[in-house]
């Protein structure tokens, strides 16, 4: 899904979904629907680690003098949306940046994830060549190719359209994820596992629906100088894009990041809360 998701975002050749996969499949088979998956999934326990621990420790920083006012008593539905709302923009930065924490106040800057995406959307792109070779042979020789193209600056293309679209769109995702567990949930008590997986597949759905533009908008730049068409930046992107496609361009891949975000999203709020009363139990 996350293959045709970025052809269709970056490739106007393709009349669909279905026309992506079947011309993917003919062409590469099934293992093209796997290109460029390897960095993403060594990565994915790291990303996630930085995004909810972030999150936990910024609503933690957030809602600190709120519990002192209330003797520590201040449950989850006593805290305030709009620290969940600024705690998950933090969130998005630190994703967009990995700034991984060493404790509340100190964090050191790891530019990881957008190099990392940069090298998926390149090899998700690559199809045949004209000649019947490919470009890159694999993330390690991407990486080379790259740096011997752009250098270090080329790994960081897109990375302004990945803090824009992942800092607003964290704040959205810990939002709804509050708003809908509380609603499934009596005052005081803790979420049950239904809850959870309802709250967190919503969550998905609702960020993907808001940044899917932005993605879209991500992905061209990180194509461009890789075979795609060269812009200038974020708003060259966006200005080119409207002009030539029209304001449907940016909804491109919706479809398939709303029917991957609901499982995905609730899998993973599930496992977030398990671990962590967990550790709060033991």
Same mark, same amino acid.
Request: hydrophobic residues 45%; proline residues 3%; glycine residues 10%.
């Given at each position: ?8 975002? &970056? ?14 499949? =003919?062409?590469?088979?099934?293992? @093209? ?106 993330? +390690? ?30 704040? +959205? ?6 708003? &809908?567990?509380?609603?499934? =949930? ?10 959870? +997986?309802?709250?967190? @597949? ?9 940044? =899917? ?14 075979? @795609? ?38 899998? =993973? ?14």
């Amino acid at each position: 899904m996350l293959l045709v998701e970025v052809r269709l975002q &970056t490739q106007s050749v393709y009349r669909g979904i279905l026309d992506c996969v079947l011309q993917t499949y =003919t062409h590469e088979g099934l293992h @093209g629907f796997f290109k460029g998956m390897s960095f993403p999934v060594l990565s994915v326990a790291l990303s996630n680690a930085v995004a909810f621990g972030s999150y936990s420790n910024a609503l933690d920083h957030l809602t600190h003098r709120r519990r002192e006012r209330n003797n520590d008593a201040c449950d989850s539905q006593g805290i305030l949306l709009r620290h969940v709302f600024i705690a998950g923009c933090f969130s998005g930065l630190a994703q967009a940046c990995h700034l991984f924490y060493i404790c509340s106040v100190f964090m050191e800057k790891l530019f990881v994830t957008a190099p990392i995406d940069l090298i998926k959307v390149r090899l998700q792109n690559q199809t045949r060549s004209s000649s019947g070779g490919s470009k890159y042979h694999g993330p +390690l020789h991407c990486v080379a190719v790259i740096l011997r193209e752009d250098g270090v600056k080329g790994l960081f293309r897109g990375m302004w359209a990945l803090a824009l679209r992942d800092v607003p769109c964290f704040g +959205l995702y810990f939002l709804p994820y509050e708003l &809908t567990w509380r609603m499934m =949930t009596e005052q005081g008590q803790q979420p049950g596992h239904s809850a959870v +997986l309802v709250a967190g @597949g919503v969550a998905g759905v609702v960020t993907w629906a808001c940044a =899917t533009p932005m993605d879209v908008v991500k992905a061209r730049l990180q194509m461009s100088g890789g075979g @795609g068409r060269v812009y200038r930046g974020v708003l060259n992107c966006i200005a080119v894009s409207v002009r030539e496609e029209g304001i449907r361009v940016f909804f491109k891949g919706l479809l398939l990041n709303s029917v991957r975000a609901f499982p995905v999203n609730a899998v =993973t709020f599930l496992s977030f809360e398990m671990i962590v009363r967990h550790m709060k139990d033991s």
